[in-house]
């Protein structure tokens, strides 16, 4: 994704070719979603071109992975999946727009559609594997491999998220391609198993192995179209065709995604013939750049995105371990401002009311509308809680001001620009803000498990078409020993009354019920404040002429989602 920050989370997580016509439909309702009424954007879906065989593309990468290995904790950027994870590992479900609303389907690794049924109280999902599905040693994709990864989930330490499979009761493997899975109660989001960022991996390779050591720093294996050549830490990943793929094969002999953080280098790189295609994070000058290079560039802005921008308040940190602080500190910031100075070239000016994205909008609400900048509201907070401002303007109680570091993405100026705004917005209303930024490994990494930090600034971007606010808002998700420290829920998040109504949303089965109980869980998070929705970010595509095929954004797998469908037009 575009994002300079973020944290990717299974089912609200890290993150996956119809048919031509259908293809094309979606092209053309992608342009129907696309940011509209500004004359410097255009919705390009004039890039279905004709492609030869043969021939390579270099494409500029803002983030490198920490690691490859995707079900692990150190695999948190979306930027991984997007590089190599789509491209080598097979899911069951993948997510297509249909009737303009992006769903999941069975991909081609199954031979049909899995099937799922209640026994008693439990769930029981049966899944059928296509025969002609093979990893690239030739060896078949079978049942055991669903079963490795399942259980590597659930009984994993140091796992990403362990929402679903911590409900696998047992994996059946009757035959090499029937897996039925039974999970010990009813989960509403059962299709983001196998799927949505974490696939299905080879147990004839990685059982009895330290999984984590043979994938962290990439793999030979791959059941995608593409293999993985080469991983250069800090310069490069190389793609090349995976020859047993049983799909479509890639038009390219080899794909190179090069590192380049700063985006406005990389869109100069862009001009320069370096890089054939990004995907650049929306900052303030990105629109105007890509302006100037008229027709040698194709610009697509996609506003339905996973992507969610948020200030993400430590609740168990001072001073936001005061719910009259984090109230206080919402009618404080004025968001409405930040967004049409960040985004608003790009058709975004209001700020997000929820922490569904757009992707989710059928169960989103709008419970933090209620939040907007009010000082008299904010200082009778402080006040009744017991502070009063000090001879430098700053709320203090007990003698420690209300003092808080913001976290973000060193060396991003778009992030840069938001702290500056928080920090002047702030301290205007009486809290003294610092910034200690830093890089995305460390953040989450180290910092955001283990709880260190004050108010962070980062995306979380959802994954699946599926509510998952539990990942984020459950006190269950909270990284403790417990969970093996697997959770996400980094700000330690504990709203009262809220567990019951997630758990709910998690295991319905009936969608209508699942839209109500989101809504309820949405209010509760809304009146506690735990943290403070920000945006939603676009996202961009920018292809040079020589790019040709079928080109599109998936908010969730990416733009290289189809890219064996990419080519050279000349």
Not at 367 to 377: G, H, L, N, R
């Amino acid at each position: 994704m575009p994002q300079p920050l973020t944290a990717t989370v299974q089912g609200r997580f890290p993150a996956r070719l119809p048919a031509a016509g259908a293809l094309l439909t979606a092209l053309a309702l992608t342009a129907t979603a696309c940011t509209s009424g500004t004359p410097s954007l255009q919705s390009d879906t004039a890039t279905n071109l004709p492609v030869r065989q043969g021939g390579s593309l270099v494409i500029g990468a803002e983030q490198e992975p920490d690691c490859a290995d995707w079900i692990g904790t150190c695999g948190a950027s979306i930027w991984g999946t997007y590089l190599m994870q789509t491209q080598t590992v097979p899911q069951v479900f993948n997510v297509r727009l249909k009737g303009g609303n992006w769903t999941p389907v069975a991909s081609n690794l199954m031979a049909s559609e899995p099937t799922t049924k209640l026994v008693g109280n439990q769930q029981q999902i049966t899944y059928r594997l296509n025969p002609k599905a093979v990893w690239s040693d030739g060896k078949p994709i079978t049942s055991a491999d669903l079963k490795y990864t399942a259980l590597q989930v659930r009984d994993g330490k140091a796992i990403f998220d362990k929402s679903g499979y911590d409900r696998i009761t047992s994996v059946a493997t009757p035959d090499p391609t029937t897996a039925v899975v039974t999970l010990k109660s009813p989960y509403g989001n059962w299709k983001q198993l196998f799927g949505a960022g974490y696939g299905v991996l080879p147990s004839h390779l990685l059982a009895g192995k330290d999984r984590d050591a043979v994938m962290k720093d990439g793999y030979t294996f791959s059941g995608g179209p593409w293999k993985i050549a080469s991983w250069k830490r800090g310069v490069s990943v190389t793609l090349v065709p995976n020859s047993r793929y049983w799909g479509p094969k890639p038009h390219l002999d080899k794909v190179t995604f090069q590192f380049a953080s700063d985006t406005s280098a990389a869109v100069q790189a862009f001009a320069g013939g370096t890089f054939d295609a990004l995907y650049p994070t929306p900052q303030l000058t990105t629109v105007d750049q890509i302006k100037t290079l008229g027709s040698a560039a194709h610009m697509q802005v996609q506003s339905q995105t996973g992507n969610l921008q948020a200030l993400w308040l430590n609740n168990a940190k001072f001073p936001f371990d005061s719910a009259a602080v984090r109230k206080a500190f919402a009618y404080s910031v004025d968001r409405a401002a930040i967004v049409k100075r960040l985004f608003g070239s790009y058709g975004v000016t209001a700020p997000a009311q929820s922490f569904n994205s757009p992707l989710l909008s059928r169960y989103a609400a709008d419970d933090f509308s209620a939040y907007k900048p009010d000082a008299a509201k904010a200082a009778q907070l402080m006040k009744a809680d017991g502070w009063t401002k000090n001879g430098s303007g700053f709320w203090a109680k007990n003698g420690k001001e209300a003092a808080f570091a913001v976290t973000s993405l060193a060396g991003n100026q778009s992030r840069e620009l938001t702290e500056q705004i928080l920090q002047a917005q702030l301290g205007k209303a009486g809290f003294r803000v610092t910034i200690k930024n830093s890089t995305p490994a460390n953040i989450f990494g180290k910092l955001a498990p283990a709880g260190d930090f004050q108010l962070g600034l980062w995306n979380l971007t959802d994954s699946f078409p599926n509510p998952t606010l539990a990942a984020t808002f459950s006190s269950t998700a909270i990284p403790s020993a417990a969970n093996d420290q697997s959770g996400i829920n980094f700000m330690r998040i504990r709203v009262p009354g809220l567990d019951p109504v997630l758990e709910r949303v998690d295991t319905e089965l009936d969608d209508s019920a699942r839209v109500a109980d989101s809504h309820k869980a949405e209010k509760l998070i809304a009146d506690d404040v735990p943290s403070l929705p920000l945006a939603a970010v676009p996202n961009i595509l920018v292809t040079g002429a020589r790019v040709g095929g079928p080109l599109s954004i998936n908010p969730v797998e990416g733009p290289w989602w189809n890219l064996a469908e990419w080519g050279l037009t000349k």
